[in-house]
């Protein structure tokens, strides 16, 4: 069965650093590309950053470029972002998703790990 | 980017009802579209992925046509348990995008 468990949401202040995790499990992680989605309070899905199973290539949302870094660790089925100045604006729900090809095929979320940014 | 519309932004339905969500890109996509359901607080759920396949362990109510431009996601008989929000999504090019969301609500 294909998990994903993000952590390491929070309330941060604004111009403040946060890092989330997405655990993964039950498919071959190094195979597929990762990706942050996140929903504001009552808005809907914006894609943030997305990043190939490789490792190779990355993309970002221009909302966030520049302050958000994506990364994985391929040997601990690990997806990060890295978020620095944060502002209010980036207060929302942060899921991690992928999409699987083969038997397993479709996309996959996490369960969301909640940001909020307030002084 | 790639713009994807979503019709109509809500709309109410009975139990027992064919129901109807259209998605539209402002350019082609081939069939790099999928189509997801959430319910208040909880994360998004797949549906439908490459416009028309049926995500493993979803009911064959489901179901997702289109090419191109221009996309469907049609439930053949609406249930208590369908009332929630829907969004579709482009995944042919960055940055991806989401459409709007229509809101499926009780008649």
């Known amino acids: 069965e294909v998990q994903l468990l993000e952590s390491g949401g929070g309330l941060v202040q604004p111009g403040g650093s946060l890092r989330l995790s997405c655990a993964a499990s039950?498919?071959?992680?190094?195979?597929?590309?990762m990706s942050w989605v996140r929903q504001a309070p009552g808005k809907g899905l914006e894609w943030v950053s997305t990043?190939?199973?490789?490792?190779?290539?990355?993309y970002y949302a221009d909302s966030v470029k520049g302050r958000f870094t994506i990364s994985r660790d391929n040997s601990k089925n690990t997806l990060y972002l890295q978020m620095s100045s944060l502002r209010a604006e980036d207060t929302a729900v942060y899921y991690c998703?992928?999409?699987?090809?083969?038997?397993?095929?479709?996309?996959?979320w996490g369960q969301g790990t909640l940001v909020t940014v307030s002084s | 980017d790639i713009q994807m519309t979503q019709s109509p932004s809500s709309l109410s339905a009975s139990v027992g009802d064919r129901v109807t969500i259209t998605c539209r890109a402002s350019?082609?996509?081939?069939?790099?579209l999928a189509w997801f359901q959430q319910k208040p607080g909880k994360a998004p759920k797949s549906l439908i992925y490459?416009?028309?396949s049926l995500q493993s362990g979803v009911p064959s109510k489901f179901s997702g046509s289109g090419s191109g431009t221009d996309f469907t996601l049609t439930i053949s008989s609406l249930q208590p348990e369908d009332f929630a929000t829907y969004y579709c999504?482009?995944?042919?090019?960055?940055?991806?995008?989401f459409g709007g969301g229509t809101k499926v609500e009780i008649k």
């Open positions: 350019q082609g996509i081939t069939n790099y």
């Open positions: 490459a416009a028309s």
């Open positions: 990043l190939s199973g490789s490792g190779g290539g990355t």
């Open positions: 999504h482009q995944y042919n090019s960055f940055p991806l995008t």
């Open positions: 039950g498919f071959t992680f190094s195979t597929y590309g």
């Open positions: 998703a992928t999409r699987i090809s083969g038997t397993l095929a479709g996309y996959y």
